[in-house]
């Protein structure tokens, strides 16, 4: 067993205060907790997903990290040692949830934002119309008006677009990863607040048809739940290549994760793993993303089709091909975006951070001239209201969210979301955890995210003396360096503060 | 009610024949095709539809109830991740058919290329048939999660191998019946190899029965021959490569 490999966390009951209520042997998830006259925590099984802790009504459980008994190294840190000890006893993959959990640096942190003062005054946002409403899809090259009875009028229909209420959208996470309460949670925020959110690709549950104009549908390799009703139930459909968490590689979805339901939704039987393949097998190249684009307009009359991929060293290179394949939005992956389940060494060391590829790749379409012809979506890291500021001044046209919205339905970040033990409802598919996220309740939280985060980039915005996020889209002057190197800054497109 | 395919680029060629489907057509033939793709794409209800030439990439995708014929050859990805329906291919047909394929029949008479049924479904009632009259390429039912693919190996001279590398390579579910020897060194870790059993060889004939009927080949002549059964020896072949 476990012997070299000490536990992560050291939970501690507060005998005086424990009224023998077990609510904690019921909230954990993880079987850490087993009751003999009194409550005896198994610290080898915590995660530090804190159930308990928020459950217990005495305030009797505290939970701390382990701290590290063993000899420091400068070169062996307690996380590698662990890591070979694990595998020394099973062989295996290392596995694990969420997003790149390594100290890169974070380029984000270190870009600051403009605003006005005396001269080109500040917009109070409280006050003035402030404009965030965002256009997803191909731009004309040009625009052609005439007049009509004293009214201008568009000579040439517009190619179709995803109108959202703010520049942030919620990330593509499966039904699978995610249980269904996770999903219908973000349906009715984004219905509620006027934007949209993934279906990633484990195709779409029956009750959640209804929200389709709040809604992008995925196609992705193992082309789970795709059939042409549910191609046109969305707004859009996006064909998903790879995934910042895990560039390069499919996805497997463990068998523990395949109820009834998702066998249902993906048509695969229970208890089989849900195996993603790597590649998109009708696509080897450029020309065939076009086939599979077009297949996809053909089955759709022509929705706005967006391709998802993750950021990697040619990735401005790619999305110029992808630009030039038809597709209407380039999804952008950072290596920072979260996941269900990723081998940990793919999570950590592969891939690039968004801020770059996303300077890069905007840099790459404004040069060749195409940039009009699709939209970006910047994801894989984005924090905050100022990340979404930041990555659309580097030329994003809207963020998404992944882990903040998990974050915001009461994920705590423990990062076992493939043990499909989820004790907050939210990355699991057993009926007695997911019963635990009330959608409602979830929906409210995620809205109110998006309200708080809309009024700070309105106040942003202010700031800045523009009235709408077009006038911050691309507009890299804003944005200045603190501590970055001349090549970065360059890559950026971003000064260095003071000049 | 015809369609004059001469010419006409693909996305009005296939808006002419969704009109015709939608407007209650039961049966449309589409003459002189040559390459345009996407013919029976996400095209849904009960008609009848004849291809006579050969239609491009993609064909039938996303294809949900109607009947596609093709008298000619087929390209790459036939019935992509088609969901309900029929394509009768009367000559070879070419790379990844079948792919995702969720549920109808193809049934093809001659040859088919490499990647042919990858990752196909199954779902109770719904379950997908890919036929080969011929032989098949490298990766035949990789990643195969459901449905049935049989190949028949008809025609093929001694030199041609049935069927290519990396046969059922991740195969987690499904089946396939493969008439003849079947070199277990081509086929993935995953894949057993066994004899049919009766219930196998009914349900075998069965759709064998109707593919005849739709390509014209002798039922007689195929099942004297001997099948074997490619089925996935775990469903869940990579449940033990990680340390959790």
């Known amino acids: 067993m476990n012997t070299n490999i000490p536990p992560e966390f050291r939970v501690k009951i507060d005998q005086e205060k424990c009224r023998k209520c077990k609510r904690c042997l019921q909230s954990c998830s993880f079987g850490v907790y087993q009751f003999h006259d009194r409550v005896i925590p198994d610290n080898n099984k915590c995660v530090a997903c804190n159930r308990c802790v928020a459950m217990c009504p005495e305030d009797a459980i505290t939970i701390n990290e382990t701290p590290n008994v063993y000899k420091d190294h400068p070169n062996w840190n307690l996380q590698l040692r662990k890591n070979i000890w694990k595998q020394a006893e099973t062989g295996g993959v290392l596995l694990t949830g969420m997003g790149n959990n390594l100290p890169y640096p974070i380029v984000f942190d270190h870009l600051v934002v403009d605003a006005c003062q005396v001269t080109n005054p500040s917009i109070d946002p409280l006050r003035e119309p402030m404009e965030l409403r965002t256009f997803l899809g191909r731009k004309p090259d040009k625009v052609n008006v005439e007049y009509k009875n004293g009214k201008m009028k568009l000579k040439e229909k517009l190619p179709p677009q995803i109108q959202i209420e703010t520049p942030v959208i919620f990330a593509p996470m499966s039904f699978g990863a995610l249980s269904l309460n996770a999903h219908k949670a973000m349906a ?8 949209v959110y993934g279906t990633g690709e484990g195709g779409l549950h029956t009750d959640l048809y209804e929200y389709g104009p709040w809604t992008i549908v995925q196609c992705a390799s193992g082309r789970f739940g795709v059939h042409s009703e549910y191609l046109n139930a969305g707004v859009a459909v996006e064909i998903k290549i790879g995934q910042g968490a895990k560039p390069g590689i499919g996805g497997h979805l463990p068998g523990e994760k395949i109820g009834a339901e998702i066998s249902r939704t993906r048509m695969i039987p229970v208890g089989t793993d849900a195996l993603s393949p790597a590649p998109h097998h009708d696509i080897y190249s450029i020309e065939d993303l076009r086939q599979l684009i077009y297949a996809i307009k053909e089955a759709t009359n022509y929705k706005p089709v967006s391709v998802k991929i993750a950021c990697v060293h040619n990735v401005a290179a790619i999305a110029s091909g992808i630009v030039r394949a038809g597709a209407d939005i380039v999804y952008l992956d950072g290596f920072k975006g979260g996941t269900g389940a990723a081998p940990t060494m793919i999570r950590d060391h592969v891939g690039i951070p968004i801020e770059l590829a996303l300077a890069a790749v905007d840099d790459r379409l404004r040069q060749e001239g195409i940039r009009n012809q699709a939209s970006i979506i910047a994801a894989g890291g984005i924090r905050s209201s100022a990340d979404v500021v930041k990555a659309i001044a580097l030329g994003a046209d809207a963020c998404a969210i992944g882990t903040a919205a998990l974050l915001a339905m009461g994920c705590s970040l423990c990062q076992k979301c493939y043990t499909g033990n989820c004790a907050w409802g939210i990355c699991t598919q057993k009926p007695e955890l997911t019963r635990r996220l009330d959608p409602e309740w979830g929906a409210m939280r995620l809205k109110n995210l998006l309200r708080g985060w809309s009024h700070e980039i309105k106040e942003f915005l202010g700031a ?9 889209r691309g507009s890299r002057e804003r944005l200045r360096a603190v501590g970055l190197d001349k090549q970065t800054c360059e890559i950026l497109g971003v000064k260095p503060a003071g000049r | 009610m015809t369609i004059e395919a001469k010419g006409v680029y693909y996305r009005q060629l296939n808006e002419k024949i969704r009109e015709a489907v939608a407007s209650g057509e039961t049966e449309v033939v589409v003459n002189n095709v040559n390459g345009q793709r996407y013919i029976g794409d996400g095209v849904r209800g009960k008609a009848t539809i004849t291809v006579n030439g050969v239609p491009g990439n993609d064909l039938a995708a996303f294809m949900d109830g109607p009947t596609l014929v093709i008298n000619g050859n087929a390209q790459d990805g036939v019935a992509n991740t088609m969901n309900e329906g029929k394509v009768v291919v009367m000559g070879n047909a070419g790379d990844v058919l079948g792919y995702g394929m969720r549920g109808g029949k193809l049934f093809v008479k001659g040859d088919v290329g490499y990647r042919v049924g990858i990752h196909m ?21 990789e990643y195969m999660a459901g449905g049935i693919l049989v190949l028949l190996g008809l025609g ?20 396939m019946y493969i008439r003849g020897e079947v070199d277990p060194t081509r086929c993935g870790a995953e894949v057993g190899i066994e004899e049919l059993s009766e219930e196998d060889t009914k349900t075998l004939e069965g759709y064998l029965k109707e593919y005849c009927e739709d390509t014209g080949h002798d039922l007689g002549k195929i099942m004297k021959e001997k099948f074997v059964k490619l089925y996935p020896k775990s469903s869940r072949p990579y449940g033990r490569l990680y340390a959790y």
């Open chain 1, 188 to 195: 009715m925020a984004a219905k509620d607040f006027g934007t």
């Open chain 2, 121 to 141: 479904k199954g779902y109770k009632a719904n379950i997908p048939v890919v036929i080969a009259g011929g032989t098949a390429g490298d990766f035949f039912g």
């Open chain 1, 464 to 472: 800045l003396g523009v009235n709408s996020v077009e006038s911050l």
């Open chain 2, 156 to 175: 093929r001279d001694k030199d041609t191998p049935l069927v290519g590398d990396y046969c059922g390579t991740g195969m987690h579910g499904g089946v």
